[in-house]
C-alpha cells in the first residue's frame, strides 16, 4: 500500500513538471512566431513603392491620382502592404 501511494505521488508530481515544461516551451514558440511576424511586417513597410502608392490612395482619394493607386495597391504586394499596416497599428493601438 506504502509503495503504491509513493508511486502515484511521483507519477502525479512528474507529471505536473512535463506539463510545466510543455507550457513554457509553447509560450517559447508563439514568441518566436511573434518576432518573426514583426521582422517581416518591418520588412513590408519599408518598401518605398508602396509607401507612395498608400500616400496618393488616402491624401487624393477619389480625385484621378487617388484612384489609380488604389488599382495598383490591388496586388499580392498591395495586399499585403495593408495587412502589415493595419497589424502594426493593431500592435501600436495596444
Do not use: C
Not at 518573426?36 to 509607401?51: A, C, F, G, H, Y
Request: hydrophobic share 40%; charged share 25%.
Amino acid at each position: 500500500m506504502k509503495t503504491l501511494f509513493v508511486f502515484a505521488a511521483a507519477v502525479t508530481i512528474s507529471t505536473s513538471v512535463l506539463a510545466g515544461n510543455m507550457s513554457d516551451n509553447k509560450n517559447m514558440k508563439a514568441m518566436h512566431s511573434q518576432m518573426m511576424n514583426t521582422e517581416s511586417v518591418e520588412k513590408i513597410l519599408q518598401n518605398d513603392d508602396m509607401r507612395r502608392l498608400h500616400r496618393d490612395m488616402t491624401r487624393h482619394a477619389i480625385s484621378e491620382v487617388g484612384m489609380e493607386a488604389r488599382l495598383q495597391m490591388m496586388t499580392k504586394e498591395g495586399r499585403a502592404y495593408h495587412k502589415a499596416l493595419e497589424k502594426k497599428q493593431k500592435n501600436t493601438a495596444g
